[in-house]
């Protein structure tokens, strides 16, 4: 226990270090650096596959579920789709040193509030290898150090990637320690790691609720919590009707396992006698479960629909699957009251014609993103311009949405004078 | 215990339904309600005196120190002052609504990152009564509903203040529950406050080192910590040296008690001879204890000013007094490193006419305010042009420095689309 903890403390004091240096490199260091650590995941990817393949055998042997299975595996084209995400981040512009504000104050001094890195982010992760590379390239570009740690079901796997990245860095001008890889992926690293609030300064969970919990049970370090996204779509009386069932079908169906997906449809009263019969029909074609209230029920059983009734939890469940509550309300403000209720504060989405409607739900729903006749599968930072995330966060401290190298910046007030005191 | 869980409940229950309604008010009804909290503050002065009055005499009673007397007392000039804090509120711009940023996608989707308020916001504090008005009414205007909770020794006065301030804010519109008080300062209803995560969304502490310790021990609803304020000012080798005696004395003496005062000076070699001798002369006669390293004591001693070795642990102390450690070092970036080491992150100055060691040290301090050639004591949202603040921050996430009405507000992004699906 005692080597434990001083290894993990040891991590991030290097990664606390080299911060220093990193926080005041150039972009094209930076850059150079991701390049490299690119072509090195392409040039060693023999020894990736190996350490991947003891990590597969492990897993097999202790009888890991195939979807874990799955996450865990690397492959040669899985490899190159990793380093191509790391190229992809040389092309976003570096978020250090924006002016995000600036005045000059009526006696002289002239005020800047200028993004800056946080220093040591530690990145905690489950199963996917790839994060390790995805986090590690976004911390860079961003400035930060990076502690990671991955669970102990991919610990060979995240040693190398975290090696070569390492490696590849540190050839390529980044301090040593910025790129730092925590052994051992228990509760008891989870919990050394989290309350290094004096060396680290952000944490981000990428992982289930069981690891959201764990870290919230000890972190004194600051943690940036990704909910899971219990999403809404909502149909309004007048909303045009094709496109609310392209956008319901889009998201839910366009990919089920990810936290943009819509889990409940809410159709206004006045608009799901005209609405829902198709729709429903539709959703079934496409094999969505359909869990619905009993208005709801009365209307798919005459479109020939069949449907399970919905229970008080359906409301309150991200199904992840190709599974969706249905139900019937009687105002836009029901629909409100009913998600700021369920959902979990990630995407929810009106589609209607009414502007009154839409301001209303626009300024009324409590969530990171809210959607006017869009489906809430945008919810990526790709897809907003803003570049690879690292996480999506659904609580409101820093950043709510998608979390890119922006958001791994904080800022710091830079005041210019000439001599001036305070009166 | 159960009653008090219960009611500690409550409270935030109530707080976090009038939040939806208080984060769709528009600005008029928001200052209105300023104003008539304002005006009932003084109209009922009478009755915070009286219980004003009551929680003095316990405080006699149980010993309370003069320091700790002093901040409890009230009297019609501080309850005016109060008042005109409210006042002075309702000039600041409602933050709610700004677009913080806003483009058009590719696709033609419209994203505008636009300011919301938190919700619910608790604001933890000791002592001071006047925490009660300053942190309801900055609450108010950023349109969150607040949940107070003052120390013991200030029950009365709180609640008198709160129940002020509830009932001319309801008078004027605002919905029952947005300005709550939790009944108790003990460490069983912090406890239970800082664990409702599910309806409270950011707690601020004003206060001392132990009752942060508290809350970290125990929060699960997230904390913006203010640290002590360990403030530097570093005169470099080719400072205008008038400006730096300025500076310091400023830093150091305008005001001792507060956390953007500077507890230590730092010197390059050679500034040193052509500067120690004149500004520890002007320290010492404007009644500051000097605690010097070796070289400044060679300094010190030939120039007549008595001083005390510094220790190891002055270089770390806030001392909040007429008290200055003094260093002397050999370049910028031994003076960043000292910071970096021995600084809270709080504000930092240099003093120096080369724009590299400006640079460098604008770049290489981390801390929330770094001051080039003006005294720390700046740091402050009235200052700032931010208009009154909650509190100063010293962590990373979300807001460092002044917390004022528009760092009271998350954001949403609101996407508009014509039907737009993700393919």
Redesign the interface.
């Known amino acids: 226990m005692a080597t434990v903890t001083q290894s993990v403390t040891e991590v991030c004091l290097r990664a606390r270090e080299a911060s ?1 240096t990193l ?2 490199l150039d972009t094209a260091t930076k850059n150079a650096a991701l390049t490299a650590i690119a072509d090195a995941l392409i040039a060693r990817t023999d020894e990736i596959l190996e350490a991947n393949a003891r990590d597969l055998e492990a897993g097999r042997e202790s009888g890991l579920s195939d979807a874990l299975m799955d996450r865990l595996a690397l492959d040669a084209d899985r490899i190159a789709s990793i380093a191509d995400g790391t190229r992809a981040i040389i092309a976003l512009p570096d978020p250090v040193g924006e002016v995000l504000e600036g ?1 000059r ?2 006696n002289g ?1 002239d ?1 800047r509030k200028t993004a ?1 890195p ?2 040591v982010v530690a990145v905690v992760y489950e199963a996917r290898p790839n994060v390790t590379i995805d986090a590690a390239a976004l911390c860079l570009k961003s400035g930060n150090a990076v502690v990671l740690r991955g669970s102990s079901s991919a610990a060979h796997s995240n040693a190398v990637l975290s090696g070569i990245a390492a490696d590849a860095a540190r050839a390529a001008g980044i301090p040593d320690g910025a790129i730092g890889l925590v052994a051992g992926g228990g509760r008891e690293e989870l919990a050394d790691l989290a309350t290094q ?1 004096q060396l680290v ?2 944490i981000f969970p990428r992982g289930g609720e069981g690891l959201k919990a764990a870290l ?1 049970a000890v972190a ?1 370090v ?1 943690v ?1 919590y990704a909910a899971s996204g219990n999403c809404h779509v909502f149909v309004d009386a007048d909303a ?1 009707l ?2 609310a069932r ?2 319901i ?3 839910k169906t ?1 990919r089920t396992g990810v936290c943009n997906a819509a889990e409940t449809l809410l159709v206004h009263a006045e608009a799901a006698p005209a609405f829902l019969p198709d729709a429903l029909r539709a959703l079934r074609d496409a094999g969505v479960e359909l869990r619905v209230d009993a208005r709801t029920k009365t209307l798919a059983a005459a479109a020939g629909v069949d449907t399970l009734d919905a229970t008080d939890e359906d409301w309150d469940t991200e199904f992840l699957a190709s599974i969706l509550a249905v139900g019937i309300v009687d105002s836009a403000g029901e629909a409100i009251l009913h998600i ?1 209720e369920h959902g979990s504060g990630h995407s929810e989405a009106i ?1 209607t014609r009414d502007t009154e409607s ?1 301001r209303a739900f ?3 729903v ?10 809430t ?3 990526d930072g790709g ?3 803003m570049g690879a995330e690292i996480g999506n966060s659904t ?4 950043a ?2 998608p979390i890119g190298v922006r958001e791994l910046c ?14």
């Open positions: 220093r926080a005041a005045r104050l009526p001094l005020v800056v946080f220093g609030d300064d952000l919230q004194t600051p940036i045009d094709e496109q392209a956008i079908l889009n998201a366009q700021n589609v839409a626009e300024r009324g409590d969530a990171a993103c809210v959607y006017i006749n869009a489906s599968r945008f919810t897809e907003f311009g609580q409101k401290l820093h709510r949405g904080t800022f710091k007030y830079v005041v210019s004078g000439d001599g001036h005191v305070r009166s």
